[in-house]
């Protein structure tokens, strides 16, 4: 059995969480001799993401009683969040009288700095049998739905620039998490006429678990590996951001010296 490793939950609770079934990489050993941990702040434990995921489906009924909806998926960082909320949808929007349907969406952001400078939409926004839709008029409100609330930019941008070309009535927003970070004036506005819910507030660090996930750059004809792509025990991870620059340069330089370290961890999209 492997030995438990504790780390301090996210929720104010001092009790740490342990789990005596599965070992989690407390540090990476660099080429140069050195080593860092990629592990700090702690977890989220699953209950408390059902907790968060059912707040947001009664947040989502109580405003939009008798409504019809257009609930969108947003990335690939959002599908496990939104099947976590797939049953209370099920169970709750009825008994509302709401009428709901399911999207989806993908988009890149280029980054100049610490802000996106730059989208490109890599799947137009589609229902849930892959037609793509022209025009939203016919929902009384389109729900984005994403894991996390980072900078905000792309969030922001989804708002203002590309969803208003669909004749959208209303637009809304529920996350899983949000980073506790400074954010512009300009995107604190925008949000704050938009959220619904911002699920729980998470140190601003790397995260990286339960659908979020840190890319590390494949060389061409490496596939692009990603760490905790599935929901492992615990829930959610903050990867050590201080770290991040040096672990992306170590997998470009000697990508089989990341992979064999990690391989008990890491799956290929």
């Known amino acids: 059995m492997a030995t438990a490793v504790e780390f301090p939950l996210l929720l104010g609770n001092q009790e740490p969480f342990q789990d005596q079934a599965f070992r989690y990489p407390l540090s990476f050993s660099f080429s140069d001799g050195s080593s860092a941990p990629l592990f700090t702040a702690g977890v989220v434990s699953s209950p408390a993401l059902e907790r968060i995921a059912l ?26 969040f939104f099947r976590m909320l797939l049953p209370h949808l099920e169970h709750l929007c009825p008994a509302a009288g709401i009428d709901y349907e399911i999207g989806s969406l993908k988009v890149r952001s280029y980054s100049h700095g610490s802000r996106a400078a730059s989208h490109q939409i890599l799947q137009p926004l589609q229902d849930s049998r892959g037609q793509e ?12 739905i994403d894991d996390l609330i980072d900078a905000g930019h792309t969030m922001a941008w989804l708002i203002t620039e590309y969803l208003p070309c669909f004749t959208v009535n209303r637009i809304g927003v ?31 660090d790397w995260l990286v678990g339960y659908g979020l996930d840190m890319a ?10 990603h760490l905790f792509r599935q929901a492992l025990p615990g829930g959610v991870y903050a990867f050590n951001s201080n770290i991040e620059e040096r672990l ?7 990508p089989a010296w990341v992979a064999e370290q990690l391989s008990a961890y890491i799956c290929k999209e």
């Open 133 to 144: 839709l022209n025009n939203c008029s016919g929902f009384d409100g389109v729900i984005l």
């Open 248 to 254: 992306v340069r170590e997998y470009r330089q000697r």
């Open 55 to 80: 707040s947001t489906v009664e947040q989502i009924a109580t405003r939009h009683m008798g409504q019809r909806l257009l609930l969108v998926q947003v990335l690939e960082g959002a599908r496990l």
């Open 174 to 204: 529920s996350t899983m998490l949000s980073k506790s970070r400074s954010r512009t004036n300009t995107v604190n506005e925008i949000l704050s006429r938009h959220l619904i819910s911002a699920g729980m507030q998470v140190p601003n």
């Open 216 to 225: 590390l750059p494949g060389d061409g004809e490496t596939q692009t590996l």
